[in-house]
Nanobody
Framework: QVQLVESGGGLVQPGGSLRLSCAASGSIASIKVMGWYRQAPGKERELVAIFTSGDSTNYADSVKGRFTISRDNAKSTVYLQMNSLKPEDTAVYYC?????????WGKGTLVTVSS
């Protein structure tokens, strides 16, 4: 079992940047599937960026070229660097880890992009 705690959300102007962090309660070195999802008001939760196996990554088309996912196994932390933010990026961002057969979620951190 693993607990995930997100941080780094907040209010940012369009074009700005934020870095989200997801701290895990235990080692993430063996977790192959781990990443970020988001849920905007009135919409379903969607994939943002994820490690799919080892260092392989997958991004939503809407964030490619703007967002970067990274991990620091020594710190048991996964990051999401978000640049060139747009109002449509406004959402609650959730950290996710899949450790077969369980899916683990954090409680989320709110990102608001507005002038």
């Amino acid at each position: 079992q693993v607990q995930l705690v997100e941080s780094g959300g907040g209010l940012v102007q369009p074009g700005g940047s934020l870095r989200l962090s997801c701290a895990a309660s235990g080692s993430i070195a063996s977790i192959k599937v781990m990443g970020w999802y988001r849920q905007a008001p009135g919409k379903e939760r969607e994939l943002v960026a994820i490690f799919t196996s080892g260092d392989s990554t997958n991004y939503a088309d809407s964030v490619k070229g703007r967002f970067t996912i990274s991990r620091d196994n020594a710190k048991s932390t996964v990051y999401l660097q978000m640049n060139s933010l747009k109002p449509e990026d406004t959402a609650v961002y959730y950290c996710n880890a899949f450790i077969w057969p369980m899916n683990y979620w954090g409680k989320g951190t709110l990102v608001t992009v507005s002038s």
